[in-house]
C-alpha cells in the first residue's frame, strides 16, 4: 500500500472519530446570529473543514495547524458552549484541544510564521484529503479575506485563503515554508493591536 493511501486510511477513521460531534447546535447558532453569511451553503462547508481540521489534529496531535478566518469562527462558536467543547474534546482527544488566538499579532516576523504555517497546514490537509482547505486550487487573497466570495486568480501561484492570526496549541509548532506558497507585500502591524480599556469599560464573563 502506498504512503498517499494509507494516510487516506488513517484520514478516514479519524473522520469516523470527529463524526460522534453533533455540531447541529452550533449551525443554528451561526445561522440565527449572521443568517446573511452563514447560509445552508457556507455552512454545510464550514462544518465539513472543521471536521476535517479535527481529524488532522488527530492525526497529528504534536503538530500545531494554522486555519482560515471562516473556519475559525467556526471554531470559536463551538468553544464559546464551553461544556459541550470540552466534553466533545474528551470524547475525540482525550484532551482538550486548545485555541491561541494571538498567533501573528506581535509583530510583522511572527505573522510571516503565520503564513508559512498555514502554507504547511494546507500541504498537510490537501495530502490527508486530497482537496485543499479553501475549496478552490487558486484564490485571491483580498477575495478570501471576506469569506466564501473567492474567484479563481489567473495567476499560475498557488495562494489559499488567508490565514486567520490563531493556530491549534499544541506541544510544539513545526513550520515548513512552502516554496510555491507567496503572500505578497505584508503591511507592518500596528505596534499596540489592542487597545486599552478604560477601566469602568470591562465586563465580567459569566
Known amino acids: ?9 488513517e484520514a478516514t477513521a479519524a473522520l469516523a472519530a470527529v463524526a460522534q460531534i453533533d455540531l447541529t447546535p452550533i449551525n443554528a447558532k451561526l445561522r440565527h446570529d449572521d443568517p446573511e453569511f452563514w447560509t445552508d451553503e457556507v455552512i ?8 476535517r481540521f479535527l481529524a488532522l489534529n488527530i492525526l497529528r496531535p504534536a503538530t500545531a495547524l494554522s486555519v ?66 479553501a475549496g478552490r486550487p487558486q484564490l485571491t487573497l483580498d ?7 473567492a474567484e479563481p486568480d489567473a495567476s499560475p501561484k498557488r495562494i489559499y485563503a488567508f490565514p486567520e492570526s490563531c493556530k491549534s496549541s499544541q506541544h510544539h509548532c513545526k513550520k515548513i515554508v512552502a516554496p510555491e506558497f507567496d503572500p505578497g507585500p505584508i503591511e507592518p502591524l500596528p505596534e499596540e493591536p489592542f487597545p486599552q480599556a478604560a477601566p469602568d469599560e470591562g465586563r465580567a464573563s459569566r
Not at 98 to 127: K, R, S, V
Request: charged share 30%; net charge negative; aromatic share 16%.
Open 143 to 149: 477575495k478570501v479575506v471576506g469569506g466564501y466570495s
Open 68 to 133: 482560515n478566518k471562516t473556519l475559525d469562527e467556526y471554531w470559536h462558536q463551538h468553544i464559546l458552549d464551553t461544556r459541550k467543547y470540552a466534553a466533545d474534546c474528551d470524547m475525540v482527544f482525550g484532551r482538550f484541544l486548545h485555541h491561541y488566538p494571538y498567533f501573528g499579532l506581535e509583530d510583522e516576523q511572527e505573522w510571516q510564521e503565520n503564513l508559512d504555517l498555514f502554507a504547511f497546514t494546507q500541504d498537510l490537509w490537501e495530502e490527508a484529503f486530497g482537496v485543499g482547505l
Open 1 to 9: 500500500m502506498s504512503k498517499t493511501a494509507t494516510i487516506r486510511d
Open 44 to 51: 454545510a462547508q464550514a462544518e465539513l473543514d472543521y471536521r
